[in-house]
T-cell receptor
């Protein structure tokens, strides 16, 4: 059983389109995250939710909108996609917001043409 | 916010040699320092971590040291093996409500 699963694994789309990435964790964790990894491998926090409440919202364009319907799910919707949005998006979870260890999904590679 | 610097960006060692990766952080309130290993096509995975009340921690061939005064921490891998080849990330974190901030990664290549 995959602990943190993301879909889709690959996403190729045109500029201007809207797309969503879904994430689910079966670890019973309270806190979930979205990280963006660029082409140089830099991992940057985007959002964090704790029990469905947004607790971290870094400087991210408001074209990116996270949604957490319950504490096991955190989805990422991106409007009006731009070339610079091309990256690998990682979902992660941790037991609580103060617990250190993050459990990452396998990533969703988004390519904007 | 927290700024984590990591060096070197690439490291090539012969099998059996040791590898050392160093990180510095800027936020003196950071108290948790993990190291993650990312293999090709996979998500990062925790390999070892250390908290600010400890100076050194070891787990088999992997050890981490922390110097809180200098805001430095390092990863040491001894007796490297080809399967250690991956990208390694250091990170630092404050308390609840703050994100884990990563260094830019070190691509380690262990050649047989």
């Amino acid at each position: 059983d995959t602990a943190v699963s993301q879909t889709p694994k690959y996403l190729v789309t045109q500029m201007g389109n809207d797309k969503s990435i879904k994430c689910e964790q079966n670890l019973g964790h309270d806190t979930m995250y979205w990280y963006k990894q660029d082409s140089k491998k830099f991992l940057k926090i985007m959002f964090s939710y704790n029990n469905k409440e947004l607790i971290i919202n870094e400087t991210v364009p408001n074209r990116f909108s996270p949604k957490s319907p319950d504490k096991a799910h955190l989805n990422l919707h991106i409007n009006s996609l731009e070339l610079g949005d091309s990256a690998v998006y990682f979902c992660a979870s941790s037991h609580t917001a103060s617990t250190g260890e993050l459990f990452f999904g396998e990533g969703s590679r988004l390519t904007v043409l | 916010g927290e700024n984590v610097e990591q060096h070197p960006s690439t490291l090539s060692v012969q099998e059996g040699d040791s590898a050392v990766i160093k990180c510095t952080y800027s936020d003196s309130a950071s108290n948790y320092f993990p190291w993650y290993k990312q293999e090709l096509g996979k998500g990062p995975q925790l390999i070892i971590d250390i908290r600010s009340n400890v100076g050194e921690k070891k787990d088999q061939r992997i050890a981490v040291t922390l110097n809180k005064t200098a805001k430095h921490f390092s990863l040491h891998i001894t007796e490297t093996q080809p399967e250690d080849s991956a990208v390694y990330f250091c990170a630092a974190k404050r308390n609840s409500g703050y994100a884990l901030n990563f260094g830019k990664g070190t691509s380690l290549l262990v050649t047989p």
